[in-house]
């Protein structure tokens, strides 16, 4: 079993910054890719980054490409979510998940370990 629970949402202006962590307790944390995804109201849950155990491969969605940086601390079991240039279209519940399966870490569906979510909210 893996808990993960995430910080650091809250409200920013367009423009602005927030950074995000995941706080992972249980399984040796090192062993997962760890993933980002959000959701905003009315929308599916969405891909938005990801980072493997050794921190030597990113994959980022394109909307997000060159805006956030995925990192992890595998030393404090922790994953961040550096989130700049905030758009008010990134406003959703930003989710941290551990991937448990082989396929795409793009996928939703190969994650089985799931924080309670943050809220984010960019304001115009």
């Known amino acids: 079993q893996v808990q993960l629970v995430e910080s650091g949402g809250g409200l920013v202006q367009t423009g602005g910054s927030l950074r995000l962590a995941c706080a992972a307790s249980?399984?040796?944390?090192?062993?997962?890719?760890m993933g980002w995804f959000r959701q905003a109201p009315g929308k599916e849950r969405e891909f938005v980054a990801a980072i493997n155990w050794i921190a030597a491969s990113t994959y980022y969605a394109d909307s997000v490409k060159g805006r956030f940086i995925i990192s992890r601390d595998n030393a404090k079991n922790t994953v961040y979510l550096q989130m700049n240039s905030l758009k008010p279209e990134d406003t959703a519940v930003y989710y941290c998940?551990?991937?448990?399966?082989?396929?795409?870490?793009?996928?939703?569906?190969?994650?089985?370990?799931w924080g309670q979510g943050t809220q984010v909210t960019v304001s115009s």
């Open positions: 998940a551990s991937q448990t399966t082989s396929g795409s870490s793009y996928d939703e569906r190969q994650y089985g370990y």
């Open positions: 249980g399984r040796t944390f090192s062993m997962y890719v």
